[in-house]
């Protein structure tokens, strides 16, 4: 059975400061993963989608790499901003319906 | 953009109430998807429909029901509401790339629904 974790599930960090939010799966035979954003009260806010047959994708200060033979996933932050401040959920998929999702990372940037 | 909505953003009932939860995306996406969000858990998949008329379950089926008659909405049905239903429901959709789904999911601000 697939299971993804997310660790630390909280930090806090100094605005400024660069930083990495990990994920790890338990089974390297997925689709794609999908980093995504939940701000309070809200829904998911897509961030990257990496393929299984990528090694990472860019977006902005967002940076998000993918190896599939160890089963971990990074999220790198650059400069990182209050405006930074929600939950990171990392997905895994794999197959054409089943997503399976970490339980978030939850961010503090502090001015 | 409108992009995937639902309503009602927040609901109470009471124990043995139905209700449904609306869900429409203005996409053209093939693929929707229900998923509720339970404090300190990831999202469980409720249901999943890949295109108008066809439905399947998800991991958590039990105590909801769903149609597709068109590829914009998907309405997600609660017969008799228990206590254990009380969560953050969201909607989601993923659009095909050629034959394939692309897998990337965008979702609705959910839905809070409380049984007491």
């Known amino acids: 059975k697939q299971e993804v974790t997310q660790i630390p599930a909280a930090l806090s960090v100094p605005e400024g400061e660069n930083l990495v939010l990990n994920c790890s799966f338990t089974d390297s035979a997925i689709y794609n993963l999908q980093w995504f954003r939940q701000d309070p009260g809200k829904g998911l806010t897509s961030l990257l989608l990496i393929q299984s047959s990528q090694r990472e994708q860019t977006s902005g200060r967002l940076n998000a790499s993918l190896d599939k033979s160890s089963g971990r996933s990074t999220l790198y932050i650059a400069a990182s901003q209050p405006g ?23 961010l503090t940037v502090n001015p | 953009n409108a992009g995937v909505t639902q309503t009602p953003k927040f609901r109470i009932l009471k124990i043995g109430q139905s209700m449904t939860l609306q869900c429409t995306q203005d996409m053209n996406h093939n693929y929707m998807y229900w998923y509720r969000q339970d404090p300190g858990m990831g999202l469980k998949l409720i249901y999943y429909s890949v295109g108008a008329g066809i439905t399947d379950k998800g991991e958590v089926p039990n105590g909801y029901n769903v149609s597709r008659s068109t590829t914009e909405d998907f309405p997600l049905r609660l017969e008799l509401a228990a206590p254990s239903q009380t969560s953050v429901y969201f909607c989601a959709s993923s659009p095909l790339s050629g034959t394939v789904n692309t897998g990337e999911l965008f979702f609705g601000e959910g839905s809070r629904l409380t049984v007491l």
Do not use: H, I
Not at chain 1, 84 to 106: I, M, N, P, Q
């Open chain 1, 84 to 106: 930074d401040s929600a939950t990171y959920l990392c997905a895994v998929r794999l197959g054409s319906e089943k997503l399976v999702f970490g339980k978030g990372t939850k």
